[in-house]
C-alpha cells in the first residue's frame, strides 16, 4: 500500500522497489552510512559488521529455499563450508584469484544443494528436515575422511589475503567494502530471481505443490532451482567467510549455525528478503552482545563459569525460535507492514 497521494501510471512504476522520492532519500542515506562505517567504527565493530554482511547472503539463500519455496533446509551451514572449502582449495592447489575462487565455491555449493534438492521431490516436511540433516553430518565426514592433502583433514586451510590487481584485503577495514558490494550484489540478485518467472513458481509451490503442479509448473524441477539457489548464496557467503578468517576447518560450519540462520529467518519474517537481513543484524548483535560480556559476568559471577555462561546463547536461541513461533510466527517485517498500514490509513480505522 502506497502513501495517500502516489500511485502508478505506468506496470513499471507499479512494480518498482523503490517506488516515492522519500524512499529514494532513505535509501541514499543508508547507502552513505553503510559506505562511511568503516571510519565511524572502531575496528572490532567493523569486524562484526563484515560477519554481518557475510552471514546475510547466507540467510537470504536460505530464505529463497524455506521462505519462499518452502523447503526446509536445516544444512545451509554444511553448503557454506562447501563454498568455503571450495574456495580455498582453487586458491591454495590451483592458484586462482579470489575473484574467480568465490565463484567457483558458490558453484560447488550449488552442485551439492541440487543433489540434494532431488530428494525434495518425493519427499517433504520432517523428512525433508531430516535429508537436509543429513547433509550437515556428510559434509563434516567427507571434509574430516579425504585425504589430508585434498581439503586438509583435520587441521584445515590457511589462505593468503585477497588481491584484486595492486589491492590487497588484509584487514576487517578493507574488506568491509568488498564485502558490501558483493552483499548488494548478491540481494539484488535475490530480488530479480522473485520476481521473474523462477520466483512466482517458488511461490506457488510452497504455497500448494499439487496445485501449482496441476497449472503445469514443474515441481521438481522447482524445488531442486530451489535449493540450488540457497545453496549458492551460502557457497559466496562461505567463500567470502574464508577470506576474512582466512583459515577454514569443519568446526566453523556446525549444526549450530544452521539452526541459528533459521532463527534470523523466523526472526526477521519468512517470505522477505528485507525480513532476513534484519534477522541477521537482531541475531548476529545479541550474539557479539553475550559473547563481550561474558567474561565480565564470569568475572564478576565466578561462581558461574564461563560454560554455563557461554552456554545461555544457545538456551536463548530456543527462547528467541519459541517466543516469535507463539507470538509473532510471520517475523518483525509482518509487524512492519501492519504498522505502516496503520499510519497510512490513519485517521480512518484498520
Do not use: C
Given at each position: 500500500m502506497d502513501p495517500s497521494g502516489i500511485f502508478s501510471t505506468s506496470y513499471g512504476r507499479d512494480s518498482a522497489l523503490v517506488r516515492t522520492r522519500a524512499q529514494w532519500l532513505a535509501l541514499a542515506l543508508f547507502g552513505a552510512a553503510l559506505l562511511l562505517y568503516p571510519w565511524l567504527a572502531s575496528p572490532r565493530l567493523v569486524a562484526v559488521g563484515n560477519l554481518m554482511l557475510v552471514t546475510a547472503i547466507v540467510v537470504v539463500g536460505l530464505q529463497i529455499t524455506t521462505g519462499y519455496a518452502g523447503q526446509i533446509n536445516l544444512g545451509q551451514a554444511a553448503f557454506m563450508g562447501v563454498g568455503a572449502y571450495g574456495a580455498s582449495a582453487m586458491e591454495v592447489k590451483f592458484g586462482l584469484p579470489f575473484w574467480i575462487?568465490?565463484?567457483?565455491?558458490?558453484?560447488?555449493?550449488?552442485?551439492?544443494?541440487?543433489?540434494?534438492?532431488?530428494?525434495?521431490?518425493?519427499?517433504?516436511?520432517?523428512?525433508?528436515?531430516?535429508?537436509?540433516?543429513?547433509?550437515?553430518?556428510?559434509?563434516?565426514?567427507?571434509?574430516?575422511?579425504?585425504?589430508?592433502?585434498?581439503?586438509?583433514?583435520?587441521?584445515?586451510?590457511?589462505?593468503?589475503?585477497?588481491?584484486?590487481?595492486?589491492?590487497?584485503?588484509?584487514?576487517?577495514?578493507?574488506?568491509?567494502?568488498?564485502?558490501?558490494?558483493?552483499?548488494?550484489?548478491?540481494?539484488?540478485?535475490?530480488?530479480?530471481?522473485?520476481?521473474?518467472?523462477?520466483?512466482?513458481?517458488?511461490?506457488?509451490?510452497?504455497?500448494?505443490?499439487?496445485?501449482?503442479?496441476?497449472?503445469?509448473?514443474?515441481?521438481?524441477?522447482?524445488?531442486?532451482?530451489?535449493?540450488?539457489?540457497?545453496?549458492?548464496?551460502?557457497?559466496?557467503?562461505?567463500?567470502l567467510w574464508a577470506y576474512q578468517i582466512r583459515f577454514v576447518s569443519v568446526d566453523q560450519f556446525t549444526l549450530f549455525n544452521s539452526i541459528w540462520f533459521i532463527a534470523m529467518m523466523i526472526v526477521g519474517g519468512l517470505g522477505s528478503i528485507v525480513g532476513a537481513l534484519i534477522g541477521t543484524v537482531l541475531i548476529r548483535t545479541v550474539q557479539e552482545t553475550i559473547t563481550s560480556l561474558g567474561p565480565d559476568i564470569v568475572q564478576h559471577m565466578p561462581s558461574l563459569g564461563s560454560d554455563i555462561v557461554f552456554a545461555s546463547m544457545n538456551v536463548f536461541l530456543g527462547l528467541v525460535i519459541t517466543g516469535f513461533l507463539l507470538l509473532e510466527p510471520k517475523g518483525l517485517m509482518h509487524r512492519w507492514n501492519i504498522f505502516k498500514a496503520t499510519y497510512r490509513l490513519w485517521p480512518f480505522p484498520h
Open positions: 575462487a568465490v565463484p567457483v565455491g558458490g558453484v560447488l555449493a550449488a552442485l551439492a544443494g541440487w543433489a540434494f534438492g532431488l530428494t525434495a521431490a518425493r519427499i517433504k516436511g520432517f523428512y525433508l528436515a531430516l535429508t537436509t540433516i543429513a547433509a550437515q553430518f556428510l559434509f563434516v565426514f567427507v571434509v574430516l575422511n579425504l585425504p589430508s592433502s585434498w581439503l586438509g583433514g583435520v587441521n584445515g586451510f590457511s589462505l593468503e589475503p585477497a588481491r584484486l590487481g595492486p589491492l590487497v584485503f588484509d584487514s576487517d577495514r578493507a574488506l568491509y567494502h568488498l564485502f558490501l558490494f558483493s552483499t548488494a550484489v548478491m540481494v539484488f540478485g535475490a530480488f530479480g530471481i522473485l520476481r521473474s518467472r523462477h520466483g512466482r513458481a517458488f511461490v506457488a509451490v510452497r504455497d500448494d505443490d499439487v496445485a501449482a503442479g496441476m497449472m503445469g509448473i514443474d515441481v521438481a524441477g522447482t524445488k531442486a532451482r530451489a535449493f540450488i539457489v540457497g545453496a549458492f548464496y551460502a557457497g559466496i557467503g562461505g567463500a
